[in-house]
């Protein structure tokens, strides 16, 4: 039994005219004819009864043409998932990551994926919200995970995937590191490890200024890696997103009075049709537990 012969078939059931259904299928009405036969033969049972130029379903025709319309839309089924799995392979994923946000949450996020769509490539490239949105806006990501702040225009879409709190990392010596938290004010004129690169950073110094907390900063990176190693080596405390932290050795303390935290979301483009890959990728970080 040949697909062709299925459609051909079910194309007459439903018209009741070969002349129809050879033009609707774009073949000569012979050879649907003649496939048809094919079909008949091999069930060993007519389809049809013919009557000249009119066709009429048989009894067996009406039972079989359910059953064929299946198997039909499962072929359909079975072709559009070879196709979307050619697809798949195709094109790296390009993947835009805030730079402040912890690698370690992307990583299992990317793992499960590796899992889940093994063989699709992901570039990643990280920046400031602002630059990542221009780039959703040029086509040059495909998809963004950041910290939208009040929000990145009416062009995108914004699902909050978890909110993290910000917490003070001590060097090992700090007077406060026998604290189970941390007030604000308590860091006034403590030296200090400038992280350059947080969106919440003007935020956070403009509370500083409204409670007249004052923070000295001998050094200042844009890198978190160098943030987390110069508090280390006893420069200074520094704020950070509680899953940014990556040192094994870090004390980390929650930031209270007043509290800090951020949402992280993906961001796409409305209206922009995804690639089955980028599709894929998407469903996975939807169902994707951050917590």
């Not at 993290?164 to 700090?174: D, R, S």
Request: aromatic share 6%; glycine share 4%.
């Amino acid at each position: 039994m040949e697909m062709h012969q299925v459609r051909y078939f079910l194309t007459a059931a439903n018209s009741l005219s070969f002349t129809r259904a050879a033009e609707a299928c774009h073949v000569s009405q012979p050879a649907l004819t003649t496939a048809i036969k094919m079909l008949e033969a091999q069930l060993g049972t007519p389809l049809f009864y013919r009557e000249g130029k009119q066709i009429v379903l048989t009894e067996f025709g009406r039972r079989m043409q359910p059953c064929l319309g299946q198997i039909l839309e499962q072929a359909k089924a079975a072709e559009s998932i070879a196709k979307d799995f050619r697809l798949l392979n195709q094109v790296p994923i390009r993947l835009g990551v805030m730079s402040s946000i912890g690698p370690m949450r992307i990583a299992s996020l990317l793992a499960e994926f590796q899992r889940q769509s093994p063989g699709v490539e992901v570039a990643v490239r990280d920046g400031a919200p602002e630059a990542l949105a221009a780039q959703l806006d040029a086509d040059e990501i495909d998809v963004a995970v950041l910290n939208a702040l009040d929000g990145l225009g009416d062009n995108y879409r914004a699902e909050p995937l978890y909110t993290e709190q910000y917490v003070v990392l001590l060097p090992p010596e700090h007077p406060l590191i026998a604290r189970n938290v941390i007030a604000l004010r308590d860091l006034s004129e403590q030296p200090y490890v400038d992280r350059l690169s947080c969106e919440l950073r003007e935020i956070v110094m403009g509370v500083c200024s409204d409670m007249g907390v004052k923070l000295y900063a001998p050094f200042r990176s844009e890198r978190d890696e160098w943030v987390q190693a110069m508090v280390m080596a006893n420069i200074g405390f520094a704020f950070m997103p509680e899953f940014s932290v990556t040192h094994p050795e870090s004390v980390r303390r929650p930031l209270v009075d007043p509290a800090v935290e951020r949402t992280i979301s993906l961001i796409t483009v409305l209206g922009r049709r995804h690639s089955p890959a980028v599709a894929a990728f998407v469903r996975t970080i939807r169902s994707h537990r951050w917590i």
